[in-house]
């Protein structure tokens, strides 16, 4: 099965714009989670999805949204983007919720705000 | 308030030697802990679980909830082993708490 991929892989924006970022989880799998990686905070949980619906959301301000279609693929979005986004942003998916289950992370987008 | 932590920010071992890479959890339920590994270029990957009880590439892992711990442990590292190791815990919603990670060098 191929993995959790992650478009793009490398973006470079201004602050005040914004951005979006795509997953595509491994076949089959219906959950999707995003976590923003930086060298001061290391990996920080944002949301996560099931059924198309945020099941649990970390500790972002608004700005920072996601959304999953039908077809478990999720997006995740940034608006009015500030120097401190720049960050690698990592979409993880699993089978399903919850304890046992194994998340297979993507190879990340790397976000670079000017 | 639910935490994970790695105390060493880098480990250097020489090959051979046995190495062993702390993780510290606070949390008030039933801890689910996983050990991530993440070799240069390549994506975050699951290395071990405490419910498997498992032994990957050499490495085992032992839940001590008495002292709150998930250490990593080989007996004899490689060169292949230098890596960032992430200690994480999985919360009962359901998403992951991650420490600072642990690189981990092993010289020849």
């Known amino acids: 099965k191929a993995g959790v991929t992650q478009t793009p892989r490398y973006l470079i924006k201004t602050r005040g714009q914004q951005v979006t970022l795509s997953c595509s989880p491994i076949?089959?799998?219906?959950?999707v989670s995003w976590y923003q990686q930086t060298p001061g905070q290391g990996l920080q949980f944002l949301f996560e999805?099931?059924?198309?619906?945020?099941?649990n959301k970390g500790n972002f301000p608004g700005r920072f949204s996601g959304r999953q279609f039908s077809n478990s693929r999720s997006e995740m979005n940034v608006s009015t983007l500030e120097l401190g986004d720049s960050a690698l942003y990592l979409c993880a998916s699993s089978l399903a919720l919850g304890r046992g289950e194994t998340q297979y992370f993507g190879p990340g987008t790397r976000l670079l705000v000017l | 308030a639910q935490r994970v932590t790695q105390p060493e920010k880098l480990l250097s071992v020489f090959k051979g030697a046995p190495v062993e890479l702390k993780c510290n959890y606070s949390y008030s339920g039933s801890p689910e802990l996983f050990w991530y590994v993440q070799y240069s270029r390549q994506r975050l990957q699951l290395l071990l679980r405490?419910?498997s009880r498992e032994s990957i590439k050499g490495f085992t892992a032992d839940l001590n909830k008495g002292e709150t711990s998930f250490h990593l442990k080989k007996p004899f590292a490689q060169e292949e082993d230098s890596a960032m190791y992430y200690c994480a815990l999985r919360r009962s919603q359901g998403n992951l708490i991650f420490g600072k990670g642990t690189k981990l060098s092993v010289k020849p």
């Open positions: 076949s089959g799998h219906r959950s």
């Open positions: 405490h419910i």
């Open positions: 999805y099931f059924s198309e619906t945020q099941r």
